[in-house]
T-cell receptor
């Protein structure tokens, strides 16, 4: 059974600081997704990482994938208040059926 | 408008009642999914469908029924609602099969309370 663990679960950080959210998964997979969710809202796709060594960046967010270590990171650079949200990683099961297993999420709060 | 829509957005019902949550997408995506979101559990897959008339169980299917007679619709039915099914339910869809770089797209969710 595929397990996906994120840490930390809660993160408060000051504006302007850098931090990293980690996503570990238990079985082989080469597709990983990052989503953002604002309180009471839907999930918004941030990144799709398809291969070992994949790195994608959008604004102050950068995601990477190491399939050998079964680890993905979401790095936040010079955080701003607008980045406050819950971030989820999700891993596919590699059986071609598009099923995803989600981590429990990291609730990020940016403090002015 | 193109997209994925869920209805109703909010629903309050009583234990033992049947309730159906609707999901409609306009992209002609092959795959559709139902998740529930609960504090401390993230999103858990209830059922999914690879195409019309093809459905399969996810992680937490007990107490739920789905159907997919048309590609664009994927209703979720709670046949006899229980309080443990109080949750936020999300429908999602994705377009293609293995190797796709397309993420799942999510609806706005249905907040269901069972009294």
């Amino acid at each position: 059974e595929l397990k996906v663990e994120q840490n930390p679960l809660f993160l408060s950080m000051q504006e302007g600081k850098n931090y990293t959210i980690y996503c570990n998964y238990s079985t082989t997979s080469d597709r990983l997704y990052w989503y953002r969710q604002d309180p009471g809202k839907s999930l918004e796709s941030l990144f799709v990482l398809l291969s070992n060594g994949a790195v994608k960046q959008e604004g102050r967010l950068m995601a990477s994938l190491d399939t050998k270590a079964r680890l993905s990171t979401l790095h936040i650079t010079a955080a701003v208040h607008d980045l406050s949200a819950t971030y989820f990683c999700a891993v596919d099961t590699r059986f071609g059926n598009e099923k995803l297993t989600f981590g429990t999420g990291t609730r990020l709060t940016i403090i002015p | 408008d193109a997209g994925i829509t869920q209805s109703p957005r909010y629903k309050i019902t009583e234990t033992g009642r049947q309730v159906t949550l609707m999901c409609h997408q306009t992209w002609s995506h092959s795959y559709m999914f139902w998740y529930r979101q609960d504090l401390g559990h993230g999103l858990r897959l209830i059922y999914y469908s690879a195409a019309a008339d093809i459905t399969d169980k996810g992680e937490v299917p007990d107490g739920y029924v789905v159907s997919r007679s048309k590609t664009e619709n994927f209703p979720l039915t709670l046949e006899s609602a229980t309080r443990s099914q109080t949750s936020v339910y999300f429908c999602a869809s994705s377009g293609t099969g293995q190797g796709s770089d397309q993420p799942q797209h999510f609806g706005d969710g249905t907040r269901l309370s069972i009294l």
